[in-house]
C-alpha cells in the first residue's frame, strides 16, 4: 500500500500562483507513475498532469498547458505541481495518485491509490 498526502493548496487570487506538494510513504514511490486530478463542485474529476516513474515522461490537460508543471524528487518521495497564472475555473480539490503500470496512463479510473485532498480557490 501506499500513503499520499497532499499539501499547498489555500485561497488566491487570480494571476497568482501555488504549489502543491504530495508527499508518499510505503509502496516504492520512485517506481510509480504520479498524477494530479482535480474535481470542481458538480463535476467530474479530470486529470489536470502525470509524469512518470523517473519523471521522463509528461502528460498535461491542454486547459492547463503553458501555465502547470509537475515535477518530482524521487529521493524526498515526493510529487510536485507548479500552478501559475491561476484563473477562478482552477478552483477544485486537487488529489495526488499513484499507478505502477508499466507506462503513463492519464485516466480517472486507472489509479488506484489516491490522496484526500487539497482545496484550491482562485478569487477573481
Known amino acids: 500500500q501506499v500513503q499520499l498526502v497532499e499539501s499547498g493548496g489555500g485561497l488566491v487570487q487570480s494571476g497568482g500562483s501555488l504549489r502543491l506538494s504530495c508527499a508518499a510513504s510505503g509502496r516504492t514511490f520512485s517506481t510509480a507513475n504520479m498524477g494530479w486530478f482535480r474535481q470542481a463542485p458538480g463535476k467530474e474529476r479530470e486529470v489536470v498532469a502525470a509524469?512518470?516513474?523517473?519523471?521522463?515522461?509528461?502528460h498535461y490537460a491542454n486547459f492547463v498547458k503553458g501555465r502547470f508543471t509537475i515535477s518530482r524528487d524521487n529521493a524526498k518521495n515526493t510529487v510536485y505541481l507548479q500552478m501559475n497564472s491561476l484563473k477562478p475555473e482552477d478552483t477544485a480539490v486537487y488529489y495526488c495518485?499513484?499507478?505502477?503500470?508499466?507506462?503513463?496512463?492519464?485516466?480517472?479510473?486507472?489509479?488506484?491509490?489516491w490522496g484526500q485532498g487539497t482545496q484550491v480557490t482562485v478569487s477573481s
Open positions: 509524469i512518470n516513474w523517473n519523471g521522463g515522461n509528461t
Open positions: 495518485a499513484a499507478d505502477w503500470f508499466r507506462r503513463l496512463r492519464v485516466g480517472v479510473d486507472e489509479y488506484d491509490h
